[in-house]
């Protein structure tokens, strides 16, 4: 089983005794950079309590063990090499507190809705970065081996033939080791421009079925444009791999790809 527990802090806040509310608390005066610290963690369920951890105790170790090491004065000025190096720590501290039998499995901070870095344990000197971008597109649904019935019964509204269009959200996630003369996974201007060049500015107000090479035969639903995203910048990052590409195409719908090994 696995469990995740987030908890929210200001960026210059380390003070244990903070409520977990949704948009956390502070005793200082100032405005700071919010952050979401999030622990995935797995083991048995007690039988007894149903628990697989009491969610108080890794609120516990978090905040006196693991908050300490990422928030302090100036942390809010701290670039991305520096708050990974912290993380790398973090992480092998709250492997190291958590209650047994539970195994930490990651520790995730995200910095902005925009911005997270996330460190696995199996692998605690590889970091992985997720960036979000944003591109409005329209698409059309449908077969063109079926007829405009059946297109219209399988894939309803969204077969409209003058198309419909969506706000996408688009994060990109990569991975690698700490470079030990920069810190860093990857520049992060650099994965800008390569993502930016190469999916942002095609895909940005376009529509899709009529201006997309890849999708004059491939149906552009969600799950398609998330491998194609994938096609397109698996081979471009040359100072780092690609991890996953996840694209959001409402609040409540995602398609999220890997690869295929």
């Known amino acids: 089983m696995r469990l995740m527990r987030e908890i929210r802090c200001f960026a210059t806040d380390g003070n244990a005794t903070c409520q977990n509310s949704w948009a956390g608390s502070s005793e200082r ?11 995935v963690i797995d083991g048995p369920v007690a039988p007894q309590t149903g628990y697989l951890c009491d969610i108080k105790e890794i609120d516990a170790v978090l905040r006196t063990e693991v908050l300490p090491q990422l928030v302090a004065e100036k942390s809010a000025e701290l670039g991305l090499a520096a708050l990974a190096s912290r993380l790398v720590g ?26 997270k870095l996330a460190i696995s344990t199996g692998a605690l000197q590889m970091i992985e970065l997720t960036h979000a971008y ?33 706000n996408y959200v688009l994060e990109v996630t990569v991975t690698g080791p700490l470079d030990e003369a920069t810190g860093t996974v990857t520049d992060l201007g650099h994965l800008d421009r390569i993502v930016r060049e190469l999916v942002v500015e095609p895909f940005d ?32 990052l040359d100072r780092c791999r690609l991890a996953k590409v996840r694209v959001w195409e409402t609040p409540k719908t995602y398609a999220e790809y890997s690869g295929s090994g």
């Open 205 to 236: 107000h376009k529509h899709l079925n009529v201006e997309l090479a890849e999708f004059a035969t491939l149906n552009p639903t969600v799950e398609n444009i998330a491998l194609v995203v994938w096609n397109r910048l698996v081979d471009a």
């Open 29 to 39: 005066d100032a405005v700071a950079p919010f952050w979401v610290l999030r622990a």
């Open 90 to 115: 973090a992480a092998s501290t709250a492997a190291a507190q958590l209650p047994s039998p539970t195994k930490l499995l990651s520790l995730e901070l995200s910095l902005s809705p925009y911005t």
């Open 134 to 166: 944003e591109f409005s597109a329209a698409h059309r649904l449908s077969c063109k081996d079926l007829s405009d019935e059946e297109n219209r019964r399988i894939f309803g509204k969204c077969s409209n033939p003058n198309g419909h269009g969506h």
